[in-house]
């Protein structure tokens, strides 16, 4: 059976790549995408975890059920943002929406 | 009814009557005279009621009617406020009552009832032509509350309670002199004999507290009462080698000084004939001189403490002694040169005044007694009488136009026919003033000064004999003056009598002043002694148990007072029978400067003047108020607003703007710097606040991670 440390490897090189894309690509959907990949990371942490450590119980699954649907309607929620940013500034580039700056 | 009750409700209607007129019926004259008046009869009918009880009990001045409730704890005592009445209060209580209920009668009259209000007189001046007083029902309020005053001074029982009586009468006093207080000598002379008889008040307070701390109490029948507080009270030494008994007996004695307007502070009581005479009648005849007086009476078993008839007199009392035998000549001399009708009165109202005083001195108990009361009807119905002189020349001088100065007797003359009821009346008090023999009440009581004098102290006997003879003398020169002869001036010619509410006083008061007298004649009279039961010198001599009342019938002092009575009357008469408006007084040509030193009264008003009058402006200008109130108190209250200020500056420059304000622009200055650079960190761009925050996380973890156990 493959070790849990591998799944706990790809998950860290998964959210690595997410983190990489998140604070290095300058398009908001592009962002928007590393988050997805971060968050993913992060389900096939706790569905690795729940296995290996706890398999009786259903808590992994269940938060990674709950981590799909925050990520779904973030996406949802991000995209339309997004749109309605595009719309009024026609730029999606993270660095040109300085709209909080001081 | 019970009698001590009654003693009790005697002097209560007419401070009623004071507060009714003042709070509710003051803008209506004639229900406020209506209350006054009410309220004095009532006084009256219960105070003769008492008189009658009082006289009828056998017994009286071993037994005496007194009633007292507690009233101000002390400790672990009470002081208690109560009523007597002995033989001294029940008689001095009958001749009050009705002096007084003259007097308020009289002053319906006096003060023009039932004319229109003329309104050109204003509040505080007198009617200028027969017009009501503008402040008619205030009158009545004051006199009110002086007749009570006087009747609580005459039924206390004690010292504190005859004190309270005795200043409630001073502050009427001030009011009623000062009655007409537009005028200015009117406002003078109030506040003249307001100060004047507190420099006596205070006297009189100190013997008081004195006495309550020698004995540990007030009530007469405590002290005089008992021989054994007399007695400790006489070997207990003061000071200047005084006893204890003589101190109190002098302090008190300044009180009569000033209250009895005795010789050296008799000066306000002159003055005081600026307020509306029937004030006159009630302070200086019936009521508030006759209380010094009255208090000698009640204190002499104290003042004459150790004194033995014939064994010559104590200190007190030849202090006493003096003063009142000094007064009564002096003020007899003075009264001669006076002019003003109502002056003369004063005068001898003082020197009467001074016989009563001088009775005491010599240990004459019964007669200063007997005088107080005969010289109080006589002297009311005098002053009265003049006061009906002055408002018939007023009204003469009103009709004929012809404004002389209605109360100088030189304007007057020819009244007799003018003024018949006032005339005769006049005469009968005049003559009961002069000791006119036999018929009058003023010969009896005089006369027994008189023998009570030559058995004690020639001197004094001699002294009061000659101003027996000026007395005479200047009464007749004023009857003379104002009622016979022809008028001298249009204003006398045009003179009418005065309405029935001011004769009928007199009617009833010239009653009094010849039949008052006839209680007194005594048993060994010769031919008409017996006749009437001199049943007031017995019940007055029942109060002192066999002094004072020694001096029986002698002829000598009687010879004396005869002589000087109708001696002084006849002189009178014959050098003031023709006076005619041209030849004015022969008194000035005869006497030259002297006469003018009568006049001026001796210069004691000058004396006191420059002694007292302007040290004391003096002391209040330059020193009490340039000095201490200027420079001292001023100057300590700006010299602590300066520091103040100092103070306040020094803190406001190194305090408040320095450190209090350097803090606080520190705070918000630092606040607003420290943002400023702050917000630099706040680019907006959504990356960099991720790398801050990823870096932070992984400093954070790191920490943990390093520390973890």
Redesign the interface.
């Given at each position: 059976m493959i070790p849990l440390s591998w799944y706990l490897a790809l998950a860290g090189a998964l959210f690595c790549i997410g983190?990489y894309g998140?604070?290095?690509r300058r398009n908001a959907v592009a962002?928007l995408m590393g988050i997805e990949l971060m968050l993913n990371a992060v389900n096939i942490n706790l569905i690795a975890f729940w296995r290996y450590v706890t398999p009786a119980q259903i808590s992994g699954q269940a938060f990674a059920i709950m981590v799909f649907a925050v990520a779904a309607s973030e996406a949802a929620v991000g995209l339309a943002l997004i749109i309605s940013i595009y719309r009024r500034r026609m730029t999606v580039v993270?660095?040109e929406?300085?709209?909080?700056?001081? | 009814m019970s009698v001590e009750l009654l003693a009790w409700l005697v002097p209560l209607p007419p401070v009623l009557a004071f507060f009714i007129i003042l709070l509710f019926t003051k803008r209506n004259n004639r229900l406020s005279h209506i209350v006054g008046l009410g309220a004095m009869l009532l006084s009256w009918a219960m105070g003769l009621t008492l008189f009658v009880a009082a006289v009828s009990t056998e017994g009286l001045a071993e037994n005496p009617i007194t009633s007292s409730v507690p009233w101000l704890p002390t400790g672990s005592t009470w002081l208690e406020m109560g009523i007597l009445v002995d033989p001294l209060s029940a008689a001095t209580l009958f001749f009050v009552v009705w002096t007084c209920l003259a007097i308020f009668v009289y002053s319906v009259g006096y003060h023009n009832f039932g004319h229109q209000r003329d309104p050109a007189d204003k509040p505080g001046l007198p009617p200028h032509a027969g017009g009501v007083d503008p402040i008619y029902a205030r009158f009545f309020a004051f006199i009110a509350l002086f007749a009570f005053g006087m009747l609580v001074l005459v039924l206390a029982d004690n010292l504190l309670l005859l004190f309270m009586g005795w200043e409630i009468m001073g502050l009427c006093s001030y009011l009623l002199i000062g009655f007409w207080f537009a005028k200015d000598s009117a406002k003078r002379a109030a506040v003249k004999a307001f100060l004047t008889t507190r420099v006596g008040d205070v006297f009189f307070l100190l013997g008081i507290a004195y006495l309550y701390s020698a004995t540990g109490t007030l009530n007469y029948q405590a002290i005089l009462g008992n021989e054994e507080v007399l007695h400790q009270l006489a070997s207990t030494p003061a000071i200047l080698g005084l006893s204890a008994a003589t101190l109190i007996g002098l302090l008190i004695f300044i009180g009569t000084v000033g209250k009895s307007a005795q010789f050296p502070l008799h000066v306000w009581l002159p003055d005081a004939m600026e307020g509306p005479t029937p004030v006159s009648a009630m302070i200086h005849a019936a009521t508030m001189v006759s209380a010094g007086v009255f208090l000698l009476l009640r204190m002499f078993p104290l003042l004459t403490v150790g004194f033995e008839p014939g064994h010559g007199l104590t200190t007190t009392m030849t202090v006493i002694a003096v003063i009142g035998t000094f007064t009564a000549l002096f003020a007899a001399t003075i009264a001669v040169a006076q002019n003003d009708v109502k002056r003369v009165l004063a005068y001898s109202t003082i020197s009467q005044l001074g016989y009563m005083v001088a009775a005491v001195g010599v240990g004459a108990f019964v007669a200063a007694t007997f005088h107080l009361i005969t010289h109080a009807f006589f002297k009311a119905l005098l002053f009265l009488g003049s006061g009906s002189v002055i408002h018939g020349m007023e009204h003469g001088a009103h009709k004929s136009q012809d404004h002389v100065d209605p109360q100088d007797m030189l304007n007057m003359g020819g009244l007799r026919k003018r003024m018949p009821i006032t005339f005769w009346t006049f005469l009968l008090g005049g003559l009961a003033l002069a000791g006119f023999p036999i018929v009058t009440a003023g010969f009896w009581s005089k006369d027994e000064i008189l023998s009570a004098a030559f058995g004690e102290n020639r001197i004094v006997f001699l002294v009061l004999a000659l101003s027996a003879l000026l007395t005479a003398f200047y009464t007749m020169r004023q009857i003379s003056l104002t009622f016979l002869g022809k008028p001298r001036t249009a204003a006398a010619e045009h003179a009418h009598e005065s309405t029935w509410t001011m004769t009928l006083p007199l009617i009833v008061l010239a009653f009094f002043s010849v039949t008052v007298g006839w209680t007194g004649i005594k048993r060994d009279f010769p031919v008409i002694g017996g006749i009437v039961p001199p049943w007031l010198e017995e019940l007055l001599g029942s109060m002192v148990h066999g002094e004072g009342h020694a001096a029986g019938f002698a002829f000598t002092p009687l010879a004396t007072s005869l002589v000087v009575a109708l001696g002084g009357l006849g002189l009178g008469w014959l050098v003031y029978r023709r006076i005619t408006a041209e030849s004015g007084d022969p008194l000035v040509r005869w006497l030259g400067p002297v006469h003018t030193l009568l006049r001026r009264k001796y210069y004691v008003d000058e004396f006191y003047a420059v002694a007292f009058v302007r040290p004391a402006y003096w002391f209040a200008d330059k020193v009490a108020y340039w000095f201490i109130d200027r420079k001292v108190i001023d100057g300590v209250l700006h010299a602590v607003a300066r520091s103040v200020l100092a103070v306040g500056a020094f803190l406001r420059k190194y305090i408040d703007l320095l450190v209090v304000n350097g803090f606080g622009d520190l705070v918000g200055g630092g606040t607003k710097r420290f943002g400023g650079w702050l917000?630099?960190v706040?680019?907006?761009?959504?990356?960099g606040y991720?790398?801050a925050g990823?870096a932070f996380a992984v400093l954070l973890l790191s920490y943990l991670a390093l520390t973890r156990p």
């Open positions: 983190l998140v604070l290095a962002i993270a660095e929406i300085d709209m909080l700056k001081w | 917000r630099y706040q680019t907006g761009r959504v990356q991720l790398i990823m």
